[in-house]
């Protein structure tokens, strides 16, 4: 991952398939490591993003701000 960071590799997405992260999951990291940082999204973009929030479960009412 680290050379992909830097430019000069492709992403791994075999690497991450192989160890079970799924096609959504690799495309939302491939995308909080892009290369450039103006191209990654804010944490704001990124907590609505479907494969992040099928990993979360809801907070009970009590605890939710």
Do not use: H
Request: charged content about 20%; glycine content about 6%.
């Amino acid at each position: 991952l680290g050379e992909y960071i830097r430019g000069s590799f492709i992403f791994p997405s075999d690497v991450l398939l192989a160890n079970n992260v799924s096609s959504q999951g690799c495309e939302f990291i491939k995308g909080l490591m892009a290369p450039k940082p103006e191209d990654r999204p804010s944490a704001e973009e990124s907590l609505p993003n479907p494969w992040l929030a099928c990993l979360t479960e809801p907070a009970p009412p009590e605890t939710q701000r």
